[in-house]
């Protein structure tokens, strides 16, 4: 397939890097002041040039969009409400009977009727396995198993915030601390509210809602507004002892089960199945048939979901 990668920040910059060893090859590369485009791109030299210079080309970027590309990925950074300009890019490479695979969340956690209803106009897909869980399989597990068969999911879903909550139960250690530690090693943003305030989690149960429902005929969209969410921060120390002496721990949990989407700390058994610790995601899926099924590994990271994009662009069909 060929590749037209919106966004170069750790996950498109890895889809590009990475792409070659999947069989494909890019034909355009955009950050949000410039773009290159070739027949067959030299990722390594754009990717340079954007480190020295502050850009991937001497192009537009909207001329990455207009390439000859059998597969848009979108991979700038998810923003809430309309989506912008994740959902446009959706939006203009469908127009075109393009396929699209999203990293970004906002399209199919904000306007997710609205990109079927344009896929459905299209002869092009869409895929965003890398939307939720990183590099686990927890959208394409559930399609294997049959939407309508989940009935239930839940789990860790954002690898700072249970970095944070590890650290404070082993160490005993109060959540500022424990933030600026998560801060310096990387784990955590300059501005960690989308993480600690449950954000990232929600966006991806949303998601995980939004698939589920379709898959049952529901036929109603969610959005980040159904959720209830509760973040990590008022979270104490003396909470964590508290559990420990029960046998218990807290994680940041998010929840979804028919129309009801939450997010928020839980207690769960210390050696249980949620209780994963440092950066790891967990998904758990309540099946009709199957019973309860346990994914987990990396969340998140550059190269780790740049493998659940290109596993969507393998999936693909073949444009006419």
Same mark, same amino acid.
């Given at each position: 397939?060929?590749?037209?990668?919106?966004?170069?920040?750790?996950?498109?910059?890895?889809?590009?890097?990475?792409?070659?060893?999947?069989?494909?090859?890019?034909?355009?590369?955009?950050?949000?002041?410039?773009?290159?485009?070739?027949?067959?791109?030299?990722?390594?030299?754009?990717?340079?040039?954007?480190?020295?210079?502050?850009?991937?080309?001497?192009?537009?970027?909207?001329?990455?969009?207009?390439?000859?590309?059998?597969?848009?990925?979108?991979?700038?950074?998810?923003?809430?409400?309309?989506?912008?300009?994740?959902?446009?890019?959706?939006?203009?490479?469908?127009?075109?009977?393009?396929?699209?695979?999203?990293?970004?969340?906002?399209?199919?956690?904000?306007?997710?009727?609205?990109?079927?209803?344009?896929?459905?106009?299209?002869?092009?897909?869409?895929?965003?396995?890398?939307?939720?869980?990183?590099?686990?399989?927890?959208? %394409?597990?559930?399609?294997?198993?049959?939407?309508?068969?989940?009935?239930?999911?839940?789990?860790?879903?954002?690898?700072?915030?249970?970095?944070?909550?590890?650290?404070?139960?082993?160490?005993?250690?109060?959540?500022?601390?424990?933030?600026?530690?998560?801060?310096?090693?990387?784990?955590?943003?300059?501005?960690? %509210?989308?993480?600690?305030?449950?954000?990232?989690?929600?966006?991806?149960?949303?998601?995980?809602?939004?698939?589920?429902?379709?898959?049952?005929?529901?036929?109603?969209?969610?959005?980040?507004?159904?959720?209830?969410?509760?973040?990590?921060?008022?979270?104490?120390?003396?909470?964590?002892?508290?559990?420990?002496?029960?046998?218990?721990? /807290?994680?940041?949990?998010?929840?979804?089960?028919?129309?009801?989407?939450?997010?928020?700390?839980?207690?769960?058994?210390?050696?249980?199945?949620?209780?994963?610790?440092?950066?790891?995601? /967990?998904?758990?899926?309540?099946?009709?048939?199957?019973?309860?099924?346990?994914?987990?590994?990396?969340?998140?990271?550059?190269?780790?979901?740049?493998?659940?994009?290109?596993?969507?662009?393998?999936?693909?069909?073949?444009?006419?």
């Amino acid at each position: 397939m060929k590749l037209a990668v919106a966004g170069v920040g750790a996950v498109g910059r890895s889809v590009a890097e990475l792409a070659g060893e999947y069989g494909h090859t890019v034909v355009a590369l955009a950050d949000s002041r410039s773009a290159a485009v070739a027949d067959a791109l030299d990722v390594e030299a754009a990717l340079a040039e954007k480190r020295e210079a502050g850009r991937v080309g001497d192009l537009d970027p909207e001329a990455a969009l207009e390439a000859d590309y059998d597969v848009l990925v979108e991979a700038t950074p998810t923003t809430l409400g309309d989506a912008e300009p994740g959902y446009g890019h959706v939006v203009e490479a469908l127009a075109r009977d393009r396929h699209v695979v999203l990293a970004n969340k906002g399209p199919v956690a904000e306007r997710y009727d609205e990109v079927r209803a344009r896929e459905r106009e299209s002869a092009g897909s869409v895929r965003f396995e890398a939307t939720v869980g990183g590099a686990i399989p927890v959208l %394409s597990t559930i399609a294997d198993l049959g939407p309508g068969q989940v009935t239930a999911a839940r789990g860790v879903l954002n690898g700072t915030a249970n970095f944070i909550l590890t650290r404070m139960a082993a160490e005993g250690l109060g959540y500022e601390h424990v933030l600026a530690e998560a801060q310096d090693l990387g784990v955590a943003e300059a501005d960690p %509210s989308f993480d600690v305030e449950g954000t990232d989690a929600a966006l991806k149960c949303v998601i995980l809602a939004n698939v589920l429902n379709d898959g049952a005929g529901a036929g109603r969209g969610f959005t980040l507004d159904d959720a209830e969410v509760t973040g990590i921060s008022d979270v104490p120390g003396e909470a964590l002892d508290l559990a420990a002496e029960d046998g218990r721990t /807290i994680r940041l949990i998010g929840e979804v089960a028919g129309e009801r989407i939450r997010v928020g700390p839980r207690l769960v058994p210390e050696h249980g199945t949620l209780a994963v610790s440092g950066t790891r995601n /967990i998904v758990q899926l309540e099946t009709t048939h199957a019973g309860r099924l346990n994914i987990s590994g990396r969340g998140a990271g550059g190269p780790e979901t740049a493998t659940a994009v290109l596993s969507d662009v393998g999936r693909l069909p073949p444009l006419e």
